[in-house]
């Protein structure tokens, strides 16, 4: 590596978050042999965590003390998800009683810094608790970035492989696990192994993502980078109708653009059924204006109008945080007198959650509705992929039965049938160096349609026995693969998939019980031939838990990485919160 950087580790603020994880029975502390090539102090801090890990005794939970989370899953405490008035309890959480690392939870504030960037093979090495806020600053120092960079700033590296996460590159690239080249992972039986594709421990690195820390913890991770330009070109083009932005998204994955607008990023956001925008980003060397949304203005309310703008490459990335996407709404700073008087710096999405998580463990908003009169509220606070040919449906669907808006969408596809997808610096189509680049034209613009993409037909075709028309809840669970790439959230290779962000709550109606919205659309998404990221909320019963995640592979990997159950299982930690 030509290039050592250390960022100082995370930048989150406010205490650790210390939370439960599980059980644990005694540690077998083994030697780190396999991180020779890292830093003397790294290779201490893996020491310093297997003895840490070790002296939990049996028994005694498991914790993980990260400074920051953007977990979405509160509990009354009992284990059973409640939205009303609950204590925050996730991954991480507050210290329970006792002693040690058992109720301080894991120090791993030592794997939150980035260990080298190198630029001319492109390839970074960083601490598994790294933001993604350090990483892309250490990365764009050398006009690199990671392959895909998640919206929220405080998301780090470890998080978005073993939670999943997406961003407006994910048609290009994928999802961040694609991009990692090999981990370092701190197993429930106390190893510390390196997972690489078809290496000894393919298998783990294959399972990794969507595990959520129960198969063990990254401590390190080596990721391919790509190259930037220094500004963003943003075109927003509206649709009328849900099915009209679906075709769209079939002709950009297609076609790698739309109207001449060079797609190396596509997301979009629907504010209604009648209104919604998919905003095609392209690198650029220039920018004839820059917008700025971390001040007066507001970068959601942006969409609307005008039709085109420019960002640079770091305003970009962060587009989302400073709104937490359009949920700082509540908090009021969206209105021009609170927003003077909120400092920038607490514009972020990592102030609002903490504000939210505050709320949440003292009951202060649920309180005062109760006072108020104000019926039972729901949080539905989700991310699923759905194919794109039933999007349309599942946007209809979601309009009638939650009736919430705005929602994000972002198109994805897998990078490659095998795992680590295509060699490094190879991205899909587009991309600064990835495709031809294409004249910035002044074609289309609001109300621009694309050609229609022939339904079922392409990368975005609907699976042999899916058939259009099923309804909701008609289709069969999941669309499995003999061997998907990645086998506890199985994507299908070559498929456009669109992932729908939804982050609210809504009334309940009369006589319906917490959970009946949640549950709705885990009916619906698994209807549809879906998935849902697990980050947040889960509903269903055991058994179709483990349809849909795989269960027969999960269960052998627990039993060669986590044999004692230390780890809590997945079922456990997203269904039943503990
Ligand atoms: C409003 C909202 C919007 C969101 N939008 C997006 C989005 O646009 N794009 C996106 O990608 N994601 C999004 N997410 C989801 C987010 O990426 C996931 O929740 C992710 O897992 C959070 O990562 P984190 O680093 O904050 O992990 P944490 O919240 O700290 O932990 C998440 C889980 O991962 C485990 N974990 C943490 N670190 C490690 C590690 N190093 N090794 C193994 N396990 C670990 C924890 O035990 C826990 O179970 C959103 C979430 C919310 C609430």
Redesign the pocket.
């Known amino acids: 590596m030509t290039d050592v950087t250390d960022t100082g580790g995370s930048r989150g603020r406010g205490q650790p978050e210390i939370g439960p994880e599980t059980p644990a029975s005694p540690a077998r502390l083994l030697p780190a042999r396999e991180s020779a090539g890292k830093p003397a102090a790294h290779l201490a801090a893996i020491a310093d965590l297997q003895a840490a890990y070790a002296a939990i005794p049996p028994g005694s939970p498991v914790r993980?003390a990260?400074r920051?989370?953007?977990?979405?899953r509160f509990t009354d405490g009992k284990g059973k998800g409640a939205h009303r008035g609950a204590g925050y309890g996730?991954?991480?959480g507050r210290a329970g009683h006792g002693s040690g690392a058992a109720s301080r939870g894991l120090d791993v504030s030592a794997f939150g810094r980035v260990l080298s960037v190198d630029p001319r093979s492109r390839i970074a090495v960083t601490g598994?608790?790294t933001t993604y806020e350090d990483l892309a600053d250490a990365t764009l120092r050398h006009d690199l970035m990671p392959l895909v960079v998640?919206?929220?700033k405080?998301?780090?590296i470890?998080?978005?492989v073993?939670?999943l996460?997406?961003?407006s590159s994910s048609l290009r690239s994928g999802m961040p696990h694609e991009s990692v080249l090999e981990m370092e992972i701190l197993t429930g039986d106390g190893r510390v192994i390196t997972a690489a594709p078809g290496g000894e421990h393919d298998a783990l690195y294959r399972g990794f993502p969507n595990s959520?820390?129960t198969l063990g913890?990254?401590l390190s991770l080596t990721i391919e980078l790509e190259p930037v330009r220094p500004f963003v070109h943003l075109r927003h083009f509206r649709f009328g109708s849900p099915e009209a932005c679906m075709d769209a998204v079939a002709a950009i994955a297609a076609d790698g653009g739309y109207l001449g607008h060079r797609a190396d990023f596509v997301d979009g956001t629907a504010f209604g059924l009648d209104e919604l925008y998919l905003t095609v980003g392209s690198f650029s060397d220039v920018a004839p204006w820059r917008s700025d949304y971390t001040r007066e203005r507001i970068y959601y309310q942006s969409i609307r109008g005008p039709q085109e703008d420019f960002l640079t490459i770091r305003d970009y990335l962060w587009r989302w945080d400073t709104d937490?996407f359009w949920?700082s709404r509540p908090f009021g700073v969206q209105r021009p007198v609170i927003r003077r008087l909120w400092p920038r710096r607490y514009r972020r999405s990592d102030v609002y959650r903490k504000l939210v998580a505050l709320d949440r463990r003292h009951g202060l908003s649920a309180a005062l509705n109760a006072r108020r009169g104000v019926p039972q509220h729901e949080d539905v606070?989700q991310?699923v992929e759905i194919p794109v040919e039933r999007g349309a449906e599942f946007l209809r669907a979601f309009a009638a039965g939650v009736g919430m808006s705005p929602v994000w969408m972002c198109p994805l596809r897998l990078r490659g049938a095998g795992p680590g997808g295509r060699p490094p610096g190879t991205p899909r189509g587009a991309g600064p160096e990835g495709g031809p680049r294409v004249a910035l034209s002044d074609a289309g613009g609001s109300g621009g349609r694309a050609p229609v993409a022939a339904r079922g037909a392409g990368p975005g075709g609907r699976p042999p026995g899916t058939s259009r028309g099923a309804g909701l809840g008609g289709g069969p669970p999941g669309t499995h693969r003999a061997d998907p790439p990645w086998p506890l959230y199985p994507l299908e290779p070559d498929r456009v998939y669109v992932n729908f962000?939804f982050?609210g709550t809504v009334p309940l109606p009369p006589g319906k019980a917490d959970g009946y919205h949640n549950r709705l659309v885990e009916e619906t998404v698994t209807g549809l031939g879906g998935h849902k990221g697990l980050?947040?909320t889960s509903c269903y019963p055991e058994e179709e838990f483990w349809t849909l995640y795989n269960g027969s592979a999960y269960a052998a990997l627990k039993a060669e990485y986590d044999p004692a159950g230390r780890l809590a299982g997945l079922y456990e930690?997203c269904v039943r919160g503990r």
């Open positions: 993980l990260k920051t989370s953007n977990l979405f996730s991954g991480h598994g608790m998640p919206q929220l405080t998301i780090t470890g998080g978005a073993t939670g996460g997406i961003e959520y820390g913890y990254a937490w949920c606070i991310d962000g982050w980050y947040s930690k």
